[in-house]
């Protein structure tokens, strides 16, 4: 693991562009472009940096298209694409509008992903917007939902988010990563779930509800009955600790329960019907990146970490085996991910300790992470002395990270104790 770049503004999403150069939305400043001098391994720095699109509300940066000429991004309100040169790291003057009608007043990052499954074809996840947000049980909201659009046949105008495109999945709180297995085209997504949630007038939110890992089937043409069904939200949530709340004999980890005080209409019974997550994360970790790697038999997730519970938990990089295109642990399994890069002590989470955001492989299956609230991006390789796994969740006491390569300019910054669990494995690209 090494440090590879300093003194972005709050960077998030990220992807490599056609040259090989690493493309970051920084909040409230829009797309940058960093050109890395590439000595091999972890020995990378920053030669240059270049503004590719200045707009403060841009949010979300998608991968370019797959010759590497156009660009897609997305602001709250709409989803748009540009032309892009990758020799000059620059965009066209005009872009085009792809998808309107977003906007919420909260949770306004619109997760953008283009197939590379089916031609054409954009998914766009917009969140609730509110905590719980009761407009989601309307599907003309748009709220909650998780949608693909044909943006190679867009009116002037661009599609309507509310009334137009396939519906993949509602009742999603926030699904922020999402995600395409390279070989199967299946759609995954990781979901914040509620916060601050009561059951039957106790207050379970420390543990409950978990995180949510979900499936939401195909786009290549292979059949997935539960496509465009419901996950729950605002009335049903997973179980990550059941033995913590009230009513508990049927209800095991992956389990949807209904919060609040049950009656004759939102019930369990009612919940056992909503689709159930492929998996569950403890409690308010804050999922917010998912990219599989360039063997697809890994999903690594970030979590941003929790803000409401007493104990932080989440500020970590993890990694999810999957085999035959779906993780290999089962749905009620809580160790289905393994944590690889961490902060020392959480105890001094959020505001002294790193948040990891973004995730992007480049060709030699490298893996790069940003951190918004210490400005950085950081590279993590396989450690070529190891024998072992991609690594594990046990408790054993983890080595301390190594220090940063790449110029002196860049050092581990001094509130940033980073630790590895686990000796990290990335596989190359087939």
């Known amino acids: 693991m090494a440090l590879v770049a300093t003194g972005l503004t709050k960077p998030r999403s990220i992807a490599f562009d056609s040259a090989g150069n690493l493309m970051v939305v920084e909040s409230g400043v829009g797309i940058t472009n960093l050109a890395l001098q590439d000595a091999g391994g972890t020995c990378l720095s ?38 892009y040169d990758a020799a000059r790291s620059a965009v066209s003057e005009s872009k085009q509008t792809l998808v309107t009608n977003m906007n919420t007043e ?50 002037d105008t661009g599609h309507d988010f509310n009334t137009e495109g396939i519906l993949l999945g509602w009742g999603l ?106 998996l569950t994360f403890e409690a308010h970790m804050a999922p917010l990146d998912l990219k599989f790697n360039n063997s697809a038999a890994e999903a690594w997730v970030t979590f941003h970490g929790s803000w409401d519970r007493t104990n932080p938990v989440g500020y970590k990089l993890s990694v999810i085996p999957f085999a035959n295109g779906e993780p290999v642990a089962a749905s009620d399994n809580r160790t289905a991910a393994s944590d690889i890069l961490m902060n020392a002590d959480n105890s001094k989470c959020p505001r002294n300790c790193f948040r990891p955001v973004g995730i992007a492989f480049d060709q030699q299956g490298r893996l790069f992470m940003s951190s918004d609230s210490t400005g950085e991006i950081y590279v993590v390789v396989k450690d070529q002395t190891s024998q072992g796994s991609t690594g594990s969740s046990s408790g054993s006491t983890p080595p301390t990270a190594p220090p940063a390569s790449g110029t002196s300019r860049l050092t581990v910054s001094s509130v940033l104790v980073l630790t590895l669990l686990s000796i990290l494995a990335i596989s190359q690209a087939h």
């Open 173 to 278: 709180r926030n699904s922020v990563g999402v995600a395409e297995h390279p070989d199967t085209g299946g759609i995954y997504s990781v979901e914040n779930s509620v916060d601050e949630i009561m059951r039957e007038g106790k207050d379970v939110h420390q543990d409950n509800p978990g995180e949510e890992m979900n499936f939401h089937g195909y786009l290549n043409g292979t059949k997935y009955v539960p496509q465009g069904s419901n996950y729950g939200y605002p009335y049903c949530f997973s179980a990550w600790k059941p033995e913590d709340l009230p009513q508990n004999s049927n209800i095991k980890v992956g389990t949807q329960f209904a919060m609040g005080d049950q009656n004759s209409t939102i019930n369990d019974t009612f919940c056992a019907d909503r689709t159930p997550p492929r």
């Open 46 to 83: 920053v030669k240059s940096r270049q503004a590719v699109i200045e707009d403060r509300d841009v949010s979300i940066l998608q991968s370019l298209s797959p010759d590497g000429k156009k660009l897609y991004a997305s602001t709250p309100e709409a989803a748009f694409s540009w032309s």
């Open 106 to 155: 909260d949770h306004t990052t619109r997760t953008l992903l283009l197939s590379q499954k089916a031609n054409g074809t954009l998914v766009i996840s917009r969140g609730s917007t509110s905590n719980i947000d009761l407009e989601t049980i309307k599907l003309s909201s748009g709220h909650s939902q998780l949608k693909a659009f044909n943006v190679n046949d867009v009116a």
